[in-house]
T-cell receptor, first 113, second 115 residues
Framework: ETGVTQTPRHLVMGMTNKKSLKCEQH?????MYWYKQSAKKPLELMFV???????ENNSVPSRFSPECPNSSHLFLHLHTLQPEDSALYLC????????????FGPGTRLTVT | TQLLEQSPQFLSIQEGENLTVYCNSS?????LQWYRQEPGEGPVLLVT?????EVKKLKRLTFQFGDARKDSSLHITAAQPGDTGLYLC???????????????FGKGTTLSVSS
C-alpha cells in the first residue's frame, strides 16, 4: 500500500463529457503532483501544488483544471478532452517540493472516445 | 531532447541471469531516484542516491551513482520473475528561472524475466 489513493482506476469518457479524477494522500506530505504517462514517452509533469498553492503548470491545456482544497486532496477536472489525452494519469506526493522522493498512487487509466 | 536516456529500452531474460540497466545524461543532478512500475500501477520508489560514486544495495539490486552525478546504473543479480516491470530513473535538477528543484524522468527500461 503506497499511502496515495486514486479514483477512479479506470475511466472512459466522450469528448463532450465532464469528469473529475481524485487523489488522496495519507502520508502527511505537503506537496502533490499530477503526471501524465503515455506510451513511449517519459512521465510528463502537469501540475505541482505546495501547501495547497499551485506552483507549477507545465503548459497544460485549459481542458485540464486542477484543484487542491487541502494538503491531502488533489483533483483533476476534465472537460472537452481529445482522444490524444488518453493516458495513465498519476498523482504523487512528497514531503518537500520538487526533487524530493515522490510517492505515487496507482493511477487512473483514462480513455477518451 | 531527452534529458535522461535509459538503456536498454527493453530487456527479456531468463530467471537466474544477471543484468544491468543504465541511466545517462549530460546534466548534473543533485540526486537520482530509481522506481519500479508494474502494469496498471504507479511507480514505486526503490532507492535514492545522492553522493557521486555512491553505491547502494537492496537485496539483489545494486544501484550506483556516477562520480560526476550525471549517470546511474542498476544491477540485478539472479533475476526472478517478480523483478518484471518498468524501471524508471529520475534526476533532481534545479529549475531554471524558478525556485526549487524538479524531478526529471527517463522513459524507462521494460524488464521481463521468464521462469
Amino acid at each position: 500500500e503506497t499511502g496515495v489513493t486514486q479514483t477512479p482506476r479506470h475511466l472512459v469518457m466522450g469528448m463532450t463529457n465532464k469528469k473529475s479524477l481524485k487523489c488522496e494522500q495519507h502520508l502527511g506530505h505537503n506537496a502533490m503532483y499530477w503526471y501524465k504517462q503515455s506510451a513511449k514517452k517519459p512521465l510528463e509533469l502537469m501540475f505541482v501544488y505546495s501547501l495547497e498553492e499551485r506552483v507549477e503548470n507545465n503548459s497544460v491545456p485549459s481542458r485540464f483544471s486542477p484543484e487542491c482544497p487541502n494538503s491531502s486532496h488533489l483533483f483533476l477536472h476534465l472537460h472537452t478532452l481529445q482522444p490524444e489525452d488518453s493516458a495513465l494519469y498519476l498523482c504523487a506526493s512528497s514531503q518537500g517540493l520538487g526533487g524530493y522522493e515522490q510517492y505515487f498512487g496507482p493511477g487512473t487509466r483514462l480513455t477518451v472516445t | 531532447t531527452q534529458l535522461l536516456e535509459q538503456s536498454p529500452q527493453f530487456l527479456s531474460i531468463q530467471e537466474g541471469e544477471n543484468l544491468t540497466v543504465y541511466c545517462n545524461s549530460s546534466s548534473v543532478f543533485s540526486s537520482l531516484q530509481w522506481y519500479r512500475q508494474e502494469p496498471g500501477e504507479g511507480p514505486v520508489l526503490l532507492v535514492t542516491v545522492v553522493t557521486g560514486g555512491e553505491v547502494k544495495k537492496l537485496k539483489r539490486l545494486t544501484f550506483q551513482f556516477g562520480d560526476a552525478r550525471k549517470d546511474s546504473s542498476l544491477h540485478i543479480t539472479a533475476a526472478q520473475p517478480g523483478d518484471t516491470g518498468l524501471y524508471l530513473c529520475a534526476g533532481a535538477k534545479r529549475r531554471s528561472g524558478q525556485a526549487g528543484t524538479a524531478l526529471i524522468f527517463g522513459k524507462g527500461t521494460t524488464l521481463s524475466v521468464s521462469s
